[in-house]
């Protein structure tokens, strides 16, 4: 069965530098097979069982870094992507990120025009306009989320989806 795993906080700066070529080599090892890679931000599709907590704790023994990974079946990916309800002229600022579930007693910020948000119980879809960085959803609320939350925005999920469907 395909799946994909997005890992957290990748290549984002000095410390978290893990090569693709590396990163597909690990999942080899894990005992996934029809590994791919997409761009430099731990973005992966492979067939086989590697689960979150394995896939994590391989990466921490291998590369010393503990990052998250969140871990769909082919076909969650595509659902999320498919629900997206927000539209924007351009993907780089259209954003979802992927989370397990949404935790108990989460408190949902309210965002003012134009930037939209909405929340369901797998992704929260987000409208940036001015960019990601400049969102004013409060850091509190993306710890909540959980530590698997993880962000891509709509051209990386796109390519994503091109990957699976090819």
Do not use: H
């Amino acid at each position: 069965m395909n799946r994909v795993a997005l890992l957290r906080g990748i290549n984002v700066g000095p410390s978290s530098r893990i090569a693709m070529a590396d990163l597909r080599e690990l999942f080899a090892a894990e005992g996934c097979t029809s590994v791919q890679t997409l761009l430099q931000s731990g973005n992966v599709i492979y067939s086989g069982d590697a689960n979150s907590e394995q896939l994590e704790r391989a990466v921490l023994a291998r590369f010393g870094y503990a990052s998250r990974v969140l871990v769909l079946t082919a076909q969650e990916f595509r659902e999320v992507a498919e629900a997206n309800p927000l539209t924007g002229d351009d993907p780089s600022k259209l954003v979802i990120t992927f989370i397990e579930g949404v935790p108990a007693g989460l408190t949902v910020p309210t965002v003012e025009p134009p930037e939209l948000f909405e929340l369901t119980d797998r992704a929260l879809y987000q409208w940036c306009p001015d960019g990601l960085l400049k969102s004013r959803v409060p850091p509190k609320f993306w710890r909540e989320l959980g530590p698997r939350a993880t962000s891509r925005n709509l051209r990386t999920v796109d390519r994503m989806l091109a990957l699976l469907d090819a």
